[in-house]
Structure formats: C-alpha cells, structure tokens
C-alpha cells in the first residue's frame, strides 16, 4: 500500500517536472523569437534613420539631432553617421567587393570562352589539313600504280606509233605496212607467250597447294585413326579391368556368405 503511494507520487513529481520543463522551453523558444523580431526591427529602422541622416547631411558626415526646447540650438551628434553605422557599411563593402568579384569571374569566363572556340577553330583547321594531305597522298599512289600498270603497253604504243609514223619515199609517203604487220604480229607472239606462262605458274601453284592441302588431310586423317585406336584400347582396358573387379567383389561375396552360413549353422 505504501510501495504504491510512494510510486504514485514519484510519477506524479516526475510528469510535474516534465511539464515544467516544457513550459520553460516554449518560453525560451517565445523569448528567443521576440528578441529576434526586436533585432530585425532596430536593424531595419537603424538603416532607415542611417539613410536618411546620410541623405539630411549632404554627405558632411554629421548627424543633427533634434531641437531641445522651444528656442534651443541643434545640437550636434557625438559621433559622426560613418561611425554609428559601421556594421551596415561594412554589409554594403562586402556587398560591392562580391559583386566586383563576380564581375571578375564574369570577364575571365568571357576570356576564356573566346579563347576556346579560337582553339577548337585551330583543331580543325589541323584535321582538315591532315585529311587533304591524306588524299592527296591516296591520290597519287592510285596515279603511281596506274602508270605501273599502263607501261607496259604505254611502251608498245610509242613503239607503235614511231614504226607505224615513218614514211617511204619510195612509196608516196604512205605507212609502211609490212613492217607494222610484222612488228604486230611479233607483239602478239610475245603477249600470248607471256599469257600462257602465267597461265602455267598458276596452275603450278594450284596444284602445288591441293597436294599440299591432300598431304595435310591425310595426315590429319591418321593423326584421328590413331586417336581412336588409343581411345578403344583404353575403353577395352578399362572394361576388361572393371570385369576383373566385379569377378573379385562377386568372389569375396561368396566366401562371406559361405562363413556366415556355417557359422549359423555350427551355432
């Protein structure tokens, strides 16, 4: 019965003090937020009355203050609007330094971002260039190889044309046909004899790798031959070793069979 008044009483001082505590704090917090509110309105009339001692002054640098007495003189501030201000005049330096900064980042990122595109102008300048002088490069390969493979016959033309251009005398200046016809037909022998040379080599090799790919093939055939003996022989050697072992486990089956029965039987 004691034990539970005691109890009752201690929760009852302890929800007591919680409630105290509440209260304090919402008091705090009231307090805090009026004092806060009081900061923000002096500040604001501070610099409301700021300006308008600086805008009355003229820029002199004092403050007037007001009339004491009906015929009383003004009498002047102790201390100068610089001064009673300090800490707003210190807000607005800081204000003109970040903006001077800002217009500082401002110019370098203008700077930088014509110096950018003048780059990149130069970047492709250089890959155009390069791709022309690979072209022309191409170019005149292709011009090289096609001399190479219009030679020969360019020079059989020449040929050509200087028996073919000569003129007889003797004939009225009329080509001399005979020899062009020999010369002709003495460059067809020559070409056709060419032709069925190269036809030769050709065949040659061709021949030469099919008997090389057939001798590869069969010995690629063998190679195979002689890994599938090796695979039986294993497979037949495993299966003649696992018959062993299945005569040896079936023998030892019966031997322990044979002792258990006469052991059972003797018993």
């Known amino acids: 019965m004691f034990e539970e008044a005691a109890r009752k009483r201690r929760l009852e001082f302890i929800e007591k003090e919680k409630k105290q505590k509440d209260q304090i704090s919402l008091m705090k917090a009231e307090q805090m937020k009026r004092q806060e509110k009081e900061r923000l309105e002096r500040i604001n009339r501070a610099r409301e009355q700021g300006w308008r001692n600086v805008l009355s002054t003229g820029g002199s640098g004092e403050v007037k203050g007001p009339f004491f007495g009906s015929g009383g003189a003004v009498a002047p501030s102790s201390f100068s609007s610089r001064g009673q201000y300090e800490h707003y005049h210190a807000i607005f330096d800081q204000m003109q330094q970040q903006r001077a900064e800002n217009n500082e980042n401002k110019w370098k990122g203008e700077i930088y971002g014509r110096r950018h595109p003048e780059r990149q102008k130069g970047q492709l300048a250089v890959e155009r260039a390069k791709q022309v002088e690979e072209f022309l490069q191409r170019k005149r390969e292709a011009r090289q190889n096609k001399a190479r493979a219009e030679g020969h016959m360019g020079i059989l033309q020449n040929l050509a ?100 029965k006469k052991v059972w039987e003797e018993h």
């Open 161 to 260: 044309a200087m028996y073919g251009g000569r003129s007889s005398s003797s004939r009225g200046g009329k080509p001399r046909n005979k020899e062009e016809e020999v010369y002709l037909a003495r460059l067809r022998q020559i070409r056709l004899q060419n032709f069925n040379e190269r036809q030769q080599i050709r065949a040659k090799l061709r021949g030469e790798k099919k008997e090389a790919d057939y001798s590869e093939g069969q010995e690629g055939s063998e190679e195979a031959d002689m890994r599938r003996k090796k695979v039986e022989a294993f497979k037949a050697q495993a299966s003649a070793r696992a018959a062993v072992l299945k005569e040896q486990l079936e023998r030892k089956r019966k031997e322990a069979y044979e002792r258990e």
